[in-house]
């Protein structure tokens, strides 16, 4: 079961990277796109490209929920976010993005990463939680909305730093929650704490992030998201949950995760794919990772 909960976390990673690219590619086929024009929205998001976008982030939810089930988090956070690298090289092809010298070392930092945080993982930890567990992320997620909603009057980059920031906790917050979720029989998960607080932080997190998106740079708020979607949820897998990597590899998973986000933090700049530097109308609402959602 561990070598299928792997290859769904890189099935996830490829299929979150993949959409973005998929909705880029909708957005700009819609023509000029604003957020103060509603009909334009609706009108980019019910292109095929964009829907097919859609269809590739669920199914991306769908493995990434396999891989919790029986891996550690830090794999799976530094995984998830590893949808960057493949968010670049789909753009390079797709979408003639020019990747740098710089770029193209970040995608090989990810992959080597990843290699290396596949081979020190040792196998989850507990995959129940104590009602404190569930109390806990559910006090986390009352205030990071608070501190999310305060945010949006913060200046330039500090509101944009935060909510991204946000956002990306409020995603940690949901692997945390469905790593605890039981086997995935709809009577059941009705009665599971652990399911409610999936749906809210899913919420809660999409509208902080089309806040951070709204209002600053999307390369600042998915280096936050990405740095909030991975360091503190690995950190209490391993604190609370009990992951750990096998015996006396922890060097080498620790080296690994570093290689892992800080490749996804340099290709940051792969969450603006749906901005066209020479369009002259209002650039349309960028696209990018859900969770990275």
């Not at 070598?3 to 000029?32: I, T, Y």
């Not at 990810?110 to 989850?124: D, F, I, M, R």
């Amino acid at each position: 079961m561990l070598m299928v909960s792997l290859c769904g976390a890189l099935a996830a990673a490829v299929c979150f990277g993949l959409s973005s690219v998929m909705q880029a590619v909708g957005m700009r086929g819609a023509g000029p796109v604003s957020e103060q024009d509603p009909k334009s929205l609706v009108r980019a998001w019910l292109t095929v490209p964009f829907l097919a976008g859609t269809g590739l982030d669920l199914l991306g939810f769908g493995f990434e929920l396999v891989a919790l089930r029986h891996l550690p988090l830090f794999l799976v956070q530094a995984a998830i976010a590893s949808a960057l690298a493949v968010t670049a090289v789909a753009a390079a092809v797709v979408m003639k993005e020019r990747l740098g010298r710089a770029e193209k070392c970040a995608v090989a930092a990810v992959c080597v990463g990843l290699a290396l945080l596949g081979v020190s993982a040792g196998p989850e930890g507990a995959n129940r939680a104590h009602t404190d567990f569930y109390t806990a992320l559910a006090a986390c997620l009352v205030g990071l909305a608070v501190l999310g909603a305060g945010a949006g009057r913060l200046p330039g980059r500090w509101r944009t730093v935060t909510l991204g920031l946000c956002a990306g906790l409020c995603f940690g917050v949901l692997a945390l929650a469905a790593r605890t979720l039981p086997q995935l029989d709809p009577a059941r998960l009705m009665r599971e704490p652990a399911t409610y607080l999936v749906a809210a932080a899913s919420l809660i997190a999409l509208v902080l992030w089309t806040m951070a998106l709204a209002g600053g740079s999307v390369t600042t708020a998915t280096a936050a998201m990405v740095i909030g979607e991975t360091v503190l949820p690995a950190a209490v897998g391993v604190v609370v949950l009990g992951d750990e990597a096998r015996p006396g590899w922890v060097p080498v998973a620790v080296g690994g995760f570093l290689l892992a986000v800080g490749g996804a933090l340099a290709l940051a700049r792969f969450g603006e794919l749906s901005k066209t530097p020479s369009d002259d109308a209002p650039a349309a609402p960028s696209v990018s990772l859900p969770g990275t959602g």
